[in-house]
C-alpha cells in the first residue's frame, strides 16, 4: 500500500500533467499556516519560471480542475501560488482506520539495502566515556530506523582491542606483579584459569599508566614493547590479554545494555587484524602499494582536492600497522563476511579525514564496489553549561556510568511517590535513559547542545519523560477502557478540530520517516513525536473519553488513543528508548 502522502502526490501530479505541464515531483508539506490547509504545495512557482507563466494562473488552472473531482474538503491559492490542500473527513477516518489496523503501513522504502553500522568502538581495558555515548545513541536509532522500514541493518560493537591500552594496563600490572607467569619468558605450564585483574583494577591502572607513559619516555617504550610483543602473538600475553577482555567486554555490555544499545556481531579491532596480511598481499600485487622512507604507503590524494589529502600508511617503518589499516582490513572483512551494500560510521568529526583516507583506499583497492556506500556519519559535541565538552567538577572526563547516574538521579526525583524498591530504581532508570536518549537526538545531528539533566528530565518540556509520562496515560486509558468492557474497534466520526489535528498529524509518519532517515539524524522523529503528543494532550484535555455518552465518538476517541499509543511506542522503540509500565 502507498504511504497516504505519496498517493496524494501522485494525484496532484497527475493533475498537472493532465494540464500539460511536467513536473519532477510533487512534494507536499505539513501547512505553515493551519487555517488555510492541512497541507501545502509549494511548487508551482518553479513551473511558472519553467512555463514563463504567471504562477498564479497556473495555481488557478490547477485548483479549478481538482475542484471537480470533488476530493478535498478544501483547496485554495494563496499568496504567489501556494496551493493549500485539506482533507475530507471520510479521507482522514479511512486512513486512521487503516493505521488502526497496522501501525506499519508508513514504515517502508523503495530500495532496501543491507547496510552494516560501526557505531560502538568501545576501547577494552577504559571505561566508556561520554564521548561513546552519542556514537551509541544515534548509531543505535539509525539501525532500528534502517531496520523498521525494511532494510538489513547489522552493527558490531567493533571493540578497541588490540592497540595501546591493553599493552598500557599489561605494563602497569607487570609493575604490580612482576611474577605472574604471563610475564615470564620460557614459561611452560599452563596459565591460572581465574582472571588476575578485576575490572575495578583495570578501571585504576588504565588512567595511573597512561599519565606515566606521558611522562617517562622508559615507560612509553615499554608500553610499545609490549604491545607489540602480544600483538606479534606472545604465548604468556596473549593469555593476559583474554583474561581482560573477557573482564572488560563484560563491563562493556553491562553499560551498552543500559544504554539499550545492541550489536548483532561483536567483533574487534583484532579480528580485522587477522586479514591484513591476506589484504597487503592483494594491494601488493595491484600495486597500489609504494615505499616512503622505509613505509609502506598508498596514495590517494585526487585532483581536484581542495584539502590535503595524506596517503594512508600501510605499515609503518618499524613494522607496526596504523589506524588506517585496521580499518582497511574491518571494511575487507565486512565485504567478505556480511557483503553490505552501504557501511555506515559514526564517530565525532574529528575523524573524519581519517576515513577520507580509509573510504578511498578502499575504493582505489577495489576492497568495495563501486556502488558501495561508505559513509561518515559525524556529530555535534556535548557540552557542559560553560559551553565547552562536558568534563567532571575536576576537569577529567565524565564516565558514562556516572553520567547516566546524574539523569537518573534527577528523574528519580520525578516519579510517584508510592512506587519502591527495585521497581523505583527500575523506573528512575528508564526514565533516566529517556531524557539523555531524548536530548541527544533531539538536535539535528550536527548541532552541539548542552547536557542538563534537570532540563532533561522535567515532565513539562520536549522531553522523554514528558513523552514517557503521556504515553503512559494513553496506555492507562487503553486498559481502564478494557476493564469496563468499551469495546473499541474504529474511528467513526470527526467531532472537534482538537480530534481532527490528531489525525492530520498521523498522515505524516512516512514523511517524518524517510526525512530522519535521509537526513541519518533522529530530529524529525522526535519533533514529530512531542508534536503529535502534545496535540493529543490537547485533545485529551478537552474531552472526558470514558464517560462521553455518545458511544460512536467515545469508541473513536478510544481507537484514536490506541493509534497515537501504538505510534509513540513504535517511534521510541526506534529511539531506542522503552516505556515503562508506570512511573
Ligand atoms: N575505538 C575508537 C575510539 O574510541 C573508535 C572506533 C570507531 N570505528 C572505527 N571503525 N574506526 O576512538
Not at 254 to 263: C, E, G, H, V
Not at 426 to 444: H, Q, R
Not at 531 to 549: A, C, D, G, P
Request: hydrophobic share 35%; proline share 4%; glycine share 6%.
Amino acid at each position: 500500500m502507498q504511504p497516504f502522502i505519496k498517493e496524494e502526490e501522485e494525484y496532484i501530479k497527475s493533475k498537472l500533467v493532465e494540464l500539460g505541464y511536467e513536473i519532477k515531483e510533487v512534494v507536499l508539506n505539513v501547512s505553515s499556516r493551519p487555517e488555510l490547509g492541512d497541507y501545502q504545495f509549494n511548487g508551482i512557482m518553479g513551473l511558472g519560471k519553467e512555463y514563463h507563466k504567471n504562477p498564479r494562473e497556473i495555481g488557478q488552472e490547477l485548483v479549478d480542475l481538482i475542484k471537480k473531482d470533488n476530493k478535498y474538503k478544501d483547496i485554495n491559492m494563496a499568496g504567489p501560488g501556494f496551493i493549500n490542500i485539506s482533507f475530507s473527513d471520510e479521507k482522514l477516518i479511512k486512513h486512521a482506520n487503516e493505521l488502526n489496523d497496522n501501525i506499519s503501513i508508513n514504515y517502508q522504502i523503495d530500495n532496501p539495502r543491507t547496510i552494516f553500522l560501526d557505531y560502538g568502538g568501545a576501547n577494552v581495558a577504559k571505561a566508556l566515556h561520554v564521548g561513546h555515548l552519542r556514537s551509541a545513541n544515534i548509531g543505535e536509532a539509525l539501525k532500528r530506523l534502517a531496520a523498521s522500514l525494511g532494510n538489513k541493518a547489522i552493527a558490531d560493537a567493533h571493540l578497541g582491542d588490540w592497540g595501546r591500552p591493553i599493552g598500557l594496563v599489561m605494563l602497569e600490572l607487570k609493575k604490580e606483579h612482576p611474577d605472574l607467569p604471563y610475564f615470564a619468558e620460557n614459561y611452560k605450564g599452563e596459565y591460572p584459569k581465574e582472571s588476575p585483574v578485576t575490572n575495578e583494577d583495570l578501571m585504576r591502572m588504565y588512567p595511573i599508566a597512561s599519565s606515566k607513559a606521558k611522562e617517562d619516555e622508559e615507560y612509553m617504550n615499554e608500553a610499545r614493547e609490549i604491545t607489540a610483543k602480544f600483538q606479534s602473538g606472545d604465548r604468556g600475553l596473549i593469555a593476559l590479554w583474554n583474561h581482560i577482555m573477557a573482564v572488560s567486554k563484560k563491563d562493556i555490555k553491562d553499560s551498552y545494555d543500559r544504554l539499550n544499545t545492541t550489536f548483532e556481531v561483536w567483533e574487534g579491532e583484532s579480528d580485522a587484524d587477522k586479514y591484513v596480511p591476506e589484504m597487503i598481499e592483494y594491494l601488493e600485487k595491484k600495486r597500489l602499494v609504494e615505499d616512503s622512507q622505509g613505509a609502506r604507503i598508498i596514495e590517494v590524494k585526487e585532483e581536484n582536492d581542495d584539502h590535503e589529502v595524506p596517503p594512508l600508511l600501510l605499515v609503518k617503518s618499524n613494522g607496526a600497522l596504523s589506524y588506517e589499516t585496521t580499518d582497511l582490513a574491518c571494511i575487507w572483512e565486512r565485504m567478505h563476511k556480511w557483503k553490505p551494500d552501504e557501511i555506515w560510521y559514526l564517530t565525532d568529526s574529528r575523524q573524519a579525514l581519517h576515513f577520507e583516507i580509509v573510504f578511498r583506499a578502499a575504493k582505489k583497492a577495489q576492497i568495495v564496489n563501486e556502488d558501495t556506500n561508505l559513509e561518515f556519519i559525524p556529530f555535534g559535541t556535548m557540552n557542559g553549561i560553560d559551553g565547552k565538552p562536558f568534563k567532571t567538577r575536576d576537569g577529567g572526563t565524565m564516565k558514562l556510568d556516572d553520567l547516566l547516574d546524574l539523569a537518573t538521579k534527577e528523574c528519580e526525583k520525578r516519579i510517584l511517590p508510592n512506587i519502591s524498591g527495585k521497581e523505583r530504581e527500575n523506573i528512575a532508570n528508564k526514565v533516566g535513559i529517556s531524557a539523555v536518549k531524548y536530548a541527544d537526538l533531539l538536535p539535528f545531528r550536527l548541532t552541539d547542545y548542552i547536557f542538563d539533566p534537570v532540563k532533561f528530565s522535567d515532565l513539562q518540556g520536549k522531553t522523554g519523560p514528558y513523552l514517557l509520562y503521556s504515553t503512559i496515560r494513553m496506555k492507562s486509558l487503553l486498559s481502564k477502557a478494557n476493564e469496563e468492557n468499551i469495546a473499541y474497534k474504529k474511528v467513526k466520526v470527526i467531532s472537534d478540530e482538537y480530534q481532527r489535528n490528531i489525525m492530520v498529524a498521523l498522515l505524516n509518519i512516512n514523511n517524518v520517516l524517510l526525512k530522519s532517515f535521509e537526513s541519518r539524524s533522529l530530529n524529525d522523529i522526535c519533533e514529530h513525536l512531542y508534536k503529535i503528543t502534545n496535540i493529543y494532550n490537547n485533545f485529551y484535555y478537552q474531552n472526558r473519553i470514558l464517560t462521553e455518552t455518545d458511544k460512536d465518538k467515545r469508541e473513536t476517541w478510544l481507537t484514536l488513543t490506541k493509534i497515537v499509543y501504538d505510534n509513540n511506542c513504535k517511534m521510541l522503540d526506534i529511539l531506542g528508548i522503552e516505556v515503562p509500565d508506570r512511573m
